[in-house]
């Protein structure tokens, strides 16, 4: 039977990329004691990396294909295939960022002024070729971790690190004085897998359920009861991805019409609605929308 060697990031990614997994259809059930999670797909198994490995994972065959992020693929400057952006997060729907933060008080205020000056940052590679492009000569720290207390305790001038709202860095007292990268999640395969047929497909089925299920987040569908009379100043408020769906109800003069909006709109349309005349007004979650 065909296989595809599937990558499930570690840390704070990986509880989002289960549930959005479940959502898509797949049932993933960890296990405290292994990195190999059960699948309830016989076409594929999975194993949990950490992002920052993924890429190489990939690249070198251990595993078809995987979930990481687009900063790590170019820190490994890895050899493989990007199949469609995923963005999601644990705090929002916006891409990370890599930024360069100093101290409030530090009279370092633009990227010259770093100029034989000690970065720390987990990403290595990256941001050595960011400044040798500019002409700019830093040393370049490893960080294993805590960087932003790197900076705080002068055991840098500058660090380079992730954020999403900028919360901890401000926490610390530090001010972000250049953004290096923006970042989000990417569902990536190999060159071989891409070159099968049978994974190749397997993994556009997994990226188009992925998206779909994505695409659903913030998206809800919207049944009402309308008596034909009514039934354009209700289609005249509905707003659609294309357009709704009206069907006559048996042996009556009204409608049943039903749409797909934002449901961050519900709670101002469902009012209007009523006022023109709208019935039995029903809302609902969606899992997947695929377009």
Known sequence: ????????????LEKATIELFDKSGWKIKLSSRNYF??????E????????????RYVEDGILDAGITGKDWILENESDVIVITDLVYSKVSRKPTRWVLAVPGDSPINCLEDLEG????????QFTKKYFAEKKINVDIEFSWGATEAK??????DAIVEVTETESTIRAHGLKVI?????????????KAAWNDPWKREKIENIALLLQGALRADNIVGLKMNVSNDNLGKIIDLLPSMNAPTVANLYQMDWCSVETVISEH???????????????????????????
């Open 1 to 12: 039977m065909n296989e595809l060697k599937f990558g499930l990031p570690k840390g704070s």
């Open 265 to 291: 709109e519900v709670r101002d349309l469902i009012p209007k609605l009523i006022k023109v005349g709208a019935e039995g007004i029903v809302e609902y979650a969606l899992n997947k929308v695929i377009l």
């Open 117 to 124: 000056k000690k970065i720390s940052t987990e990403l290595v």
């Open 151 to 156: 900076v705080v305790s002068k055991l840098a």
């Open 37 to 42: 999670p059960e699948i309830d797909d016989q």
């Open 44 to 55: 594929m198994s999975c194993s949990i990396c950490r992002p920052q490995e993924m890429s």
């Open 178 to 190: 250049h953004e290096l990268l923006s970042s989000n999640t990417q569902l990536i395969a190999n």
